[in-house]
């Protein structure tokens, strides 16, 4: 099975998993790392080593919330002679999706996947409804 890391400002990876388990129950192999203000990035980056020295890196599919920040640069900074996929931009579509296919698709498939489904999950709903 692959390994899902969520590296994330505040609890948003945490809440991520809490929440996924009320539409798909619990999510197995699934971690979160939270980055909280006033924390140092070294404190975060530590963390982040610290948890992927513990997962397989070879079946390990890291998610960041934003592309730049603190929890961005710390797994960018851990990739450095590591074999594992990170993916930003998570958002609560993309990882129902990931967590329940990730059996299914080898990790190169669930990232092309995502990012062909990122685009799918985000609708101007006012649009959509005009075009309808």
């Known amino acids: 099975m692959i390994n899902i890391l969520l ?5 948003l990876g945490k809440e991520l998993l809490k929440s996924s388990e009320l539409i798909i129950g619990k999510v197995e192999n699934a971690e979160s790392i939270s980055f909280y203000q006033g924390e140092s990035f070294e404190t975060l980056l530590a963390k982040v080593e610290r948890i992927i020295e513990n997962l397989s890196d070879d079946e390990l599919i890291v998610f960041t919330d934003m592309y730049g920040g603190s929890p961005y640069n710390a797994v960018n900074r ?3 002679n590591r074999n594992f996929y990170h993916i930003t ?3 609560f579509p993309l990882f129902i999706d990931i967590a329940i296919s990730r059996d299914t698709y080898s990790l190169k498939e669930i990232a092309e996947k995502i990012i062909k489904n990122g685009k799918k999950s985000i609708v101007f709903v006012n649009e959509k ?3 309808d």
């Open 7 to 11: 590296v994330t400002h505040g609890d």
């Open 78 to 80: 851990a990739m450095k």
């Open 89 to 91: 931009g998570i958002n």
């Open 129 to 131: 409804f005009l075009t």
